[in-house]
């Protein structure tokens, strides 16, 4: 369980930093940041590890979303047999 919320909390860390506002665009980031690439103002190098952490992010994302999806399936299965 406490994996699980530990899981949930770098996701939403990650997705919160790597969807942060830009601020107008004055200082460079020290995280890749969506809005950064989106439009242009990215002038540093795109390094090996901004890449490593958006994989991860990803992979993460898609295993909370395949057990959420597992977790879905089970209820309605149980839901089914219980005449809800």
């Known amino acids: 369980m ?11 860390s990650a997705i919160n930093a790597f969807f942060a506002k830009g601020d107008d665009f004055k200082l460079q980031p020290i995280v890749l940041g ?9 002038h540093r ?6 890449c490593i ?3 991860l992010l990803l992979s993460n994302w898609l295993k909370v979303k395949e057990a959420f999806g597992k977790n879905a399936d089970r209820n309605e299965k149980n839901n089914r047999h219980s005449g809800k």
Do not use: A, P, S, Y
């Not at 190098?45 to 901004?50: A, L």
């Open 2 to 12: 406490v994996f699980h919320f530990l899981t949930w909390l770098g996701i939403l």
């Open 34 to 42: 969506r809005n950064w690439l989106d439009h242009g103002m990215l």
């Open 53 to 55: 952490q958006l994989f």
């Open 45 to 50: 190098e795109v390094k090996k590890m901004d």
